[in-house]
């Protein structure tokens, strides 16, 4: 069997991994490369492999970075088919479509080629095969797969494939600890070959999240009483809902939540958070407790959705205090664009970053302390509060990363670390070797193993 790198080698994008074996070529996940632009150049490049070769392809969650590539691999010639939980599977067709309004808008206005179109999406989603966890999947003579929970994003797993008899588990994104909602991150099985880890935080440990509510608090004081705007560039899976998780709990519980309107100004976010409806079953157990009180947890006073582009549009027409919570989560896209544009140069304003911001990005810009950033061709003074909560963030940190990895029965007889810029790969990897003495290595683009 080999097992070739195909994409989030020393970086956090493009997701993709082929497994060939005697009896068939997967793969797992195929995302899109994100970075200054939605829609990278090297997303149109040639797949590494010929798709009408591959079986199936294996998917571990819903993030663009994770499945964006799909419908271009159909477009290509795969008709194999696509397997994933059924929230996942959920998830897919609302990311593939957001994806492609968003190329298709910048096609119209800068004359970027798009990279699928909607009957390649329709294609796509015909081929999803919608699994449970823990549920023994076999994908092809010889190759078997299980999905267990990774407490990532709603839907999320991790996989383990077995072939001709060698285990090897792709960790997808693993959570951070006590994330609200989700379940926790299942444990690793026992006798794997070899693990693919991701390492986006394997150089940093979060805050501890029982000062998460508390963070947030301070931050909605501070705008109530200088009258000034939050901007929130999120995720539209799982960290949006996660925070409106956390509001309506100071919201109708704690009671302690200023009054302030509050936008959610993401139709891809609203949509997806319709989905958390049809499955309490993947609910932790605070949650499901409130779903059988009749609390609609993603929603709460003060909360307003805004569909449309007229509506999000009239935001503007409300003072501070305000807070404004849209996509896409990186600054690279979306909404979140025209109120920076409005509202960065406010110094009574506050920029919270709530998620990875990828190396290239205008998020990733804004975090590191950008004083000038350039929008829709301005060049805009950045005087509003930039702040970070990692507390909130979908992935788990340096800590629950090497837990992980060390879960199981017994350990990984060698771990690859993935997903993850060469600093924080390189920090998880030595810190891996040193507390478990394993073989750890970090793997290049393109790169080819033999399992045997």
């Known amino acids: 069997m080999n097992l070739s790198f195909l994409g989030a080698t020393r970086e956090v994008t493009g997701s993709c991994y082929l497994l060939e074996s005697s009896a068939a070529k997967i793969i797992v996940d195929c995302g899109m490369f994100q970075g200054s632009n939605f829609n990278e150049g090297k997303n149109h490049e040639d797949f590494q492999f010929d798709p009408k070769e591959i079986k199936a392809v294996l998917v ?68 999803c095969r ?52 989700l379940q926790d991150t299942d444990n690793l099985g026992k006798d794997v070959d070899v693990l693919l880890c991701e390492s986006t935080y394997g150089d940093r440990l979060h805050e501890p999240v029982d000062v998460r509510r508390e963070l947030i608090l301070d931050l909605i004081k501070y705008s109530v009483d200088n009258k000034g705007v939050i901007m929130i560039p999120s995720f539209s899976l799982e960290r949006t809902q996660e925070l ?25 976010a609203i949509h997806a958070s319709e989905i958390y409806e049809k499955y309490p079953e993947y609910y932790d157990e605070e949650a499901a407790r409130l779903h059988c009180l009749g609390d609609d947890f993603l929603n709460f006073p003060g909360l307003k959705f805004t569909l449309t582009k007229e509506e999000s549009k009239k935001i503007n027409n409300v003072p501070g205090p305000k807070m404004i919570i849209a996509g896409a989560g990186m600054m690279n896209g979306g909404r979140i664009l025209h109120h920076a544009f409005r509202y960065l140069s406010d110094p009574v304003s506050t920029l919270l970053i709530v998620g990875y911001q990828a190396e290239g990005t205008l998020g990733r810009r804004l975090y590191e302390g950008a004083v000038k950033v350039k929008i829709f061709g301005e060049e805009i003074d950045v005087k509003c509060k930039v702040k970070a909560i990692g507390a909130l963030s979908a992935h788990g940190d340096q800590k629950k990363l090497l837990e992980w990895c060390g879960s199981g029965p017994n350990l990984p007889k060698k771990i690859y670390c993935t997903h993850g810029e060469p600093h924080a790969a390189t920090e998880l990897s030595h810190r891996l070797r040193d507390i478990y003495k394993i073989d750890v290595e970090m793997p290049e683009m393109g790169q080819k193993i033999e399992i045997n």
Do not use: C
């Open 60 to 127: 571990t969650h819903a993030h663009l970075d994770h499945v964006g590539r799909i419908p271009k691999l159909v477009k290509d010639g795969f008709h194999g088919e696509i397997f994933m939980t059924r929230a996942t599977k959920d998830f897919a067709r609302l990311i593939w479509d957001d994806a492609f309004t968003i190329m298709r808008e910048n096609q119209e206005k800068h004359g970027v080629p798009v990279l699928f179109n909607e009957s390649d999406v329709a294609v796509a989603h015909s081929l």
């Open 130 to 181: 919608g699994v449970n966890y823990d549920e023994k999947i076999d994908v092809a003579s010889g190759v078997s797969a299980i999905w267990k929970d990774a407490g990532h994003i709603f839907g999320s797993a991790f996989i383990e494939v077995v072939v001709d008899g060698k285990k090897v588990v792709f960790s997808g994104d693993i959570g951070n600890a006590e994330a609200p909602i």
């Open 244 to 268: 409106l998780y956390e509001l309506n709990i100071l919201s109708e519980y704690d009671r302690s939540l200023p009054q302030m309107p509050i936008f959610l100004d993401s139709p891809l």
